[in-house]
């Protein structure tokens, strides 16, 4: 199914609807101005808006098979959309001419000839939990239920249960996605981790969204399952979750930094896999307020032994010292699937322009760097809805081999995000350059990023930053993909050349864009 632009203008000075092209004619209905005009506006970040000529809407891989062919015929650049909530602009810019929008593929089912979990790359992440809860089992991805299985998976997908079960690509055995040879044929290619296009299915652990073809479904299955029954062919989830959250109204530079170094500290002590907190994940946002008032949502395995004094040795630790004391909410023990629905965090709209700037750490940040970003978040010019994050990592992530998946990062105990948000237009300058000052300064002795060392593990590709592609914000020398890939990106060009060879697939932080 598609809608042009054309179809659009014709469809609004008649008062009709557009035709919808591109499917079958059994199947075909017709959508109208409004329709076309919400799917093009369906992405997360109000700083970017989409213009395309046409939106596809197909409901198969044979469908995208032909969207792809048809863009590719009419020279027409291409972007497929999942859950659309892409920070940066890989989809919505002015330069994308047609968009596959995957919004109606979104089945999960047992594929018995893979012996795998097949989900639809158009599934958010809410579908699949509740899909997979029939079978008693699950997969380590994010808390934000509306994020589409698309993007999430092939940029490593992680969450609340990864410190115990490791990424989402992880548990990928298999991908199907419509790639473009050098003639300019779109083709459906299943590429799985024991078959002739295994480096296909490597790059898709990790390698990131819209580099090689539109993924159209992905196949699950843990390392060690052969797949003969689908109730142990992915992890059972915890039998119940203790949950609550921790209020810290940090009124002191000091208190903030006694808190972060208690948090940061606690993470690093515990980031090696199997460790006796691998069931607790514990994200923190400080909000800029003007008093850098921060709350935690702390998620634990009740099945963990002695869960209860686990949960409360981790509040102590990190409250030790703070000042007010923070307030803890009563903590609820809930099932695994009535977390999911009422903890997680429910699928929503957002109204916000947006810029994120991201790290992986292996070490905890300095006393100094913290009250950098204390005096960020504190400064009464930016009082709103940006926030700093800092998001558990390690556990059984750090149990895997640095390139046995396209994604590198295998040391890191935490991430950090500034995920600046505000709404007027106007504003955009100030914001972005507080947001981009920020994460200089704090990084200030590695080239204003946090370059892979020591400290650092570079970043995350889920959560892009082209300001790491621009030498005004970069000084550290290294390339924009030393922070994302490291030394799998060769391996990733030649996967490029190999699947892509005529770079239909493209963005600003592409595999085998310009360094700078």
């Known amino acids: 199914m598609v809608l042009s632009r054309r179809q659009l203008i014709a469809a609004a000075a008649v008062g009709g609807s557009a035709a919808a092209l591109g499917m079958p004619m059994s199947r075909a209905r017709e959508l109208s101005a409004d329709e076309f005009r919400s799917l093009a506006a369906r992405g997360y970040n109000r700083r970017f808006l989409a213009r395309p000529a046409k939106i596809f809407v197909p409901t198969g891989a044979e469908e995208v098979r032909r969207a792809v062919a048809g863009a590719v015929a009419e020279n027409s650049p291409i972007a497929a959309r999942s859950g659309g909530h892409c920070f940066d602009d890989f989809v919505d810019n002015d330069r994308i001419r047609s968009i596959i929008d995957l919004g109606r593929m979104n089945a999960v089912s047992w594929d018995e000839r893979y012996r795998a979990f097949s989900v639809d790359a158009g599934a958010d992440i809410g579908t699949v939990y509740n899909a997979l809860h029939r079978w008693g089992v699950t997969v380590p991805g994010g808390i934000c239920l509306g994020v589409g299985m698309g993007g999430h998976v092939c940029g490593g997908g992680y969450g609340p249960l990864s410190r115990r079960f490791g990424l989402v690509a992880d548990h990928l055995v298999g991908v199907e996605v419509v790639t473009v040879d050098a003639e300019g044929t779109a083709k459906v290619v299943v590429a799985t981790a024991d078959g002739p296009d295994r480096e296909l299915w490597w790059a898709h652990t990790g390698g990131g969204g819209g580099n090689f073809g539109v993924v159209t479904r992905y196949l699950l299955r843990s390392p060690g399952s052969d797949g003969a029954d689908p109730a142990h062919a992915l992890p059972s989830p915890p039998g119940a979750m203790l949950s609550a959250r921790l209020i810290l109204p940090i009124t002191t530079e000091d208190s903030f930094v ?205 959560y892009p930053d082209a300001d790491l592609a621009d030498a005004r914000w970069n000084t550290s020398g290294l390339p924009w993909h030393a922070f994302y890939y490291g030394d799998n990106y060769r391996r990733l060009l030649r996967v490029k050349a190999a699947a892509d060879p005529g770079n239909v697939f493209q963005h600003r932080l592409s595999i085998g864009r310009p360094d700078w």
Not at 302 to 315: K, L, M, N, Q, S
Not at 410 to 419: G, Q, V, Y
Not at 424 to 446: I, K, N, Q
């Open 258 to 462: 006694r808190l972060l170094t208690n948090y940061l500290g606690f993470f690093v002590r515990h980031s090696a896999p199997g460790n006796e907190f691998a069931g607790l994940y514990a994200p923190l946002m400080i909000r800029t307020t003007g008093t850098a008032a921060a709350e935690m949502l702390i998620l634990f395995d009740a099945g963990t032994p002695h869960a209860r004094t686990r949960f409360d040795e981790f509040v102590a630790t990190v409250s030790d010292g703070v000042f007010p004391p923070p307030l803890l909410t009563p903590v609820a023990r809930l099932s695994y699937a009535d977390t999911v629905n009422q903890v997680y965090y429910a699928k929503g709209v957002n109204t916000t322009r947006v810029k994120v700037k991201a790290a992986y750490l292996r070490t905890p940040y300095s006393p100094d760097q913290l009250r950098i970003f204390y005096r960020y978040l504190t400064d009464p010019r930016f009082l709103g809805e940006s926030q700093l994050e800092f998001l558990p990592f390690g556990g059984a992530i750090n149990a895997v081999a640095a390139d046995a998946t396209a994604m590198p990062a295998r040391d890191s105990f935490m991430k950090m995000l500034i995920h600046a948000s505000w709404r007027l237009p106007s504003d955009d300058d100030r914001y972005l350059r507080w947001a981009r000052e920020m994460y200089r300064d704090v990084h200030a002795e590695t080239g204003g990023v946090p370059a892979p060392s020591a400290a650092y593990g570079g970043s995350y590709i889920n």
